[in-house]
């Protein structure tokens, strides 16, 4: 059996979905990140602009992941036997570095405003309407992400959708922020922009380095390996197993274990016996890529 013919068969579904849900991302921050920028300017609220930026980097951040998922979904080739599925990977942990930069220079320019509060003018109404459109725009736009992302098992999209939760979140506070500054209190818009500016870093680093363990082989949750030797040592005239091993590939597992079989039966026998373990595995677990085995002599028990 090929690499290829192991891959979970819902692939091409989850990358279409995958596609479709980042497209409407795609509309939906394109009309953010220009009423935003615009209102933002008019009504003189850098809470307002710090949000456009905010909606721009989820633009830009939608572009990723259509790149990764297009990448993503292609099959094994001579120089990537086990297929790119870290494709997903990479985009999370540019999605992470990129959410990260956004938040320290939105953090950067309110600390700037706050340290000359002079500078800070007040706003006009307009961005208070502005404000709460795309808070409820970001919201339903997160339900419907993660609704999407949950289906098709992508941690990818998942990052994608939290990502527009975290805009949600900031619309609420710049909305809060222009509030107050409509209220006389003209500090609050600057200080909404720096507590937007702390939860989108927050959020990046958060991303980021999940990510970057990911690339290095983290191994699967405890959790999930017990459901794995579980399926394994239930295998018909398997004495046991032990150096079992996992790490991500994308939103899949790869598996390494040895197991153990009677000393006494042949080759063929022994190998007949890896061969139903293996896919016992890959039939149980649907988010299994592949299970590399090695059969080890043992004593009858």
Do not use: C
């Not at 989108?200 to 690339?215: R, Y």
């Amino acid at each position: 059996m090929q690499i290829e013919d192991i891959i979970d068969e819902d692939t091409p579904n989850k990358h279409q979905a995958a596609k479709r849900s980042t497209w409407i991302s795609v509309a939906v921050n394109i009309v953010l990140t220009i009423t935003q920028l615009i209102a933002g300017v008019f009504s003189h609220s850098q809470g307002l602009i710090a949000d456009a930026i905010h909606s721009l980097s989820d633009l830009i951040a939608d572009f990723v992941v259509l790149f990764a998922n297009h990448h993503s979904q292609k099959g094994a080739d001579d120089d990537h036997h086990y297929g790119h599925q870290r494709y997903e990977n990479a985009a999370s942990l540019v999605l992470g570095g990129l959410l990260l930069v956004v938040g320290l220079g939105m953090l950067w320019s309110a600390f700037g405003k706050i340290q000359n509060p002079e500078s800070i003018q007040p706003v006009k109404v307009i961005a208070l309407w502005v404000a709460l459109g795309a808070l409820l725009s970001k919201e339903l736009l997160f339900r419907y992400m993660l609704a999407v992302a949950e289906r098709v098992r992508s941690s990818m999209l998942i990052a994608n959708a939290w990502h527009a939760r975290s805009d949600a979140a900031s619309s609420l506070v710049v909305a809060l922020g222009i509030g107050g500054n409509l209220l006389g209190y003209h500090l609050l818009d600057p200080i909404a922009a720096m507590i937007v500016g702390l939860m989108v870093a927050k959020m990046g680093w958060g991303f980021a380095w999940d990510a970057m363990h990911d690339l290095m082989d983290r191994a699967v949750n405890e959790d999930k390996v017990e459901q794995i030797r579980t399926t394994l040592i239930d295998t018909p005239e398997l004495i046991g197993i032990h150096a079992l091993k996992t790490r991500k590939m994308g939103d899949l597992i790869l598996v390494d274990v040895h197991l153990e079989v009677d000393r006494t039966m042949t080759v063929e026998q022994g190998h007949d016996i890896a061969v139903l373990a293996r896919q016992r595995v890959l039939t149980a677990h649907a988010d299994v890529l592949n299970v590399m085995t090695h059969v080890d002599p043992a004593d009858a028990r």
